[in-house]
């Protein structure tokens, strides 16, 4: 079974900070994404990276940079966090970069910015 | 502009009767659609997938159905079960995907 962990499922910082979230997934998948889901919106897709330091920015990469270092994690970073990434933060991961691949997905982490 | 949409935010369906959520997409070149069942405080898990060369894939009580010229899909579930209460998404694209709003389904007992 793929397994993808996100480092917090819950967390609190304040406006400005810094803020980091880990993905990291077990089966040796090529591809990894990051998404935030908000009501009304669905998801999102924020980042994605298809080998260890390539990276392409998704829908909404505005506020947000990426970093994968090793194959099997992946990092969103918040440089300067604000209140409106208040949300969901899904990662994700699948195979191989090719056409009708399954995306797995982690647990997700919900950030409250105040 | 919302290139995959589910138009229908919540629906309640009575237990053993069929549920049926919609998807609607705008881009011709999707050729891979997903649907995901999602519920609170988990991340989404993959439910069925079809490819653009096929028109209906079943597994189990999921069935969904692609209609290529309408750009249309949607998922059957038959019969419903309490236990299928979550919030479904449906996605579209490449290796990339863009998701729907998701449809919050309610099976009643």
């Known amino acids: 079974d793929v397994k993808v962990t996100q480092s917090s499922r819950y967390l609190v910082k304040r406006t400005g900070e810094k803020v980091f979230l880990e993905c990291v997934q077990d089966m040796d998948h090529e591809n990894m994404f990051w998404y935030r889901q908000d009501p009304g919106l669905g998801l999102r897709l924020i980042y994605f990276?298809?080998?260890?330091?390539?990276?392409e920015k998704g829908d909404i990469p505005e506020g947000y940079s990426v970093s994968r270092e090793k194959k099997e994690r992946f990092s969103l970073i918040l440089e300067s966090a604000s209140t409106n990434q208040t949300s969901m933060y899904l990662c994700a991961s699948s195979l191989v970069r090719g056409v009708w691949e399954t995306q797995y997905f982690g647990p997700g982490t919900r950030l409250l910015v105040l | 502009d919302q290139q995959v949409k589910q138009n229908s935010p919540s629906l309640s369906v009575q237990e053993g009767r069929i549920s049926i959520l919609n998807c609607d997409y705008t881009?011709?070149?999707?050729?891979?659609f997903l649907w995901y069942k999602k519920y609170p405080a988990e991340g989404p898990t993959f439910l069925i997938s079809i490819s653009s060369i096929k028109d209906k894939n079943e597994d189990g009580r999921f069935t969904v159905f692609l209609n290529k010229s309408a750009k249309h899909l949607s998922l059957h579930i038959v019969p419903s079960q309490p236990g299928d209460s979550a919030v479904y998404f449906c996605a579209a694209g490449t290796y990339k995907y863009i998701f729907g709003t998701g449809t919050r389904l309610k099976v009643l007992a």
């Open positions: 990276s298809y080998d260890v330091k390539m990276k």
């Open positions: 881009n011709s070149m999707f050729d891979y």
